[in-house]
């Protein structure tokens, strides 16, 4: 079965600081990797998938099958990043989605 | 335009009871997920609709669990006999074939059972 693992319940860091959000998949032909994200009393939402290799509000994730990660990463730290973070994949167009069980990104002053 | 939209959007029922949770897609898209998420884990899959089919449901837990997309568009998942392990939050999205797996989350219905 395919797994997600995200080690980190909650990651707090200070404002400015770098971020580094893990995620972990069990290998099984080519994944398709995602983050979402979901900030305080709005839905969960895409922030960026590994196909587009694209930065999206300062964040980037590289996938690494050697490791079979797709750590999330961003050099300095807003307020406004706090929020719930959950590393996901799909198999396939269209297709139904694994989740890890999140990790909180509390950044403080 | 409008999203995902998820109607009730909490739902509170005794042990026992039948529950109806319905889901409204984005206009045009083909595809919708139920995913049920449990406190403090992630999303967890259900069932997916290709229009009117239903291609995946192996993420059911139980007979009791059910879920239709009569017209390709609203879907309804059922919930008979709830219990209190099926308090949840369910959540439905949707997404387009052009949107290269992009799902788009409803606000979710919180479902708890007494």
């Known amino acids: 079965a395919q797994r997600v693992t995200q080690p980190e319940k909650l990651l707090s860091v200070f404002k400015g600081a770098p971020v580094e959000l893990k995620c972990n998949y069990s290998?099984?032909?080519?994944?398709?990797l995602f983050w979402y994200v979901q900030y305080s009393r709005q839905r969960l939402q895409l922030l960026l998938r590994?196909?587009s290799r694209e930065s999206i509000k300062g964040f980037t994730a590289d996938l690494n099958k050697g490791e079979t990660s797709f750590h999330l990463k961003k050099p300095f730290a807003q307020e406004e990043d706090s929020a719930m973070y959950y590393c996901?994949?799909?198999?396939?167009?269209?297709?139904?989605?694994?989740f890890g069980t999140g990790t909180r990104l509390q950044v403080t002053l | 335009g409008a999203g995902v939209s998820q109607s009730p959007r909490y739902k509170v029922a005794k042990r026992g009871q039948d529950v109806a949770l319905r889901c409204d897609p984005i206009?045009?898209?083909?595809?919708l997920f139920w995913y049920q998420q449990a406190l403090g884990q992630g999303p967890e899959f259900l069932t997916y609709?290709?229009?009117?089919?239903?291609?995946?449901k192996s993420g059911l837990p139980s007979d009791r669990f059910f879920a239709e997309r009569p017209e390709g568009s609203v879907s309804t998942l059922k919930i008979q006999r709830t219990q209190q392990e099926d308090s949840a939050v369910y959540l439905c999205?949707?997404?387009?074939?052009?949107?290269?797996?992009?799902?788009?989350f409803g606000p979710g219905t919180r479902l708890t059972v007494l």
């Open positions: 996901a994949r799909g198999t396939g167009t269209a297709s139904k989605l694994t």
């Open positions: 609709f290709q229009n009117e089919a239903q291609l995946d």
């Open positions: 590994h196909i």
């Open positions: 999205a949707s997404s387009s074939f052009h949107s290269y797996n992009e799902q788009f």
């Open positions: 206009s045009g898209h083909v595809s």
């Open positions: 290998y099984s032909g080519s994944p398709e």
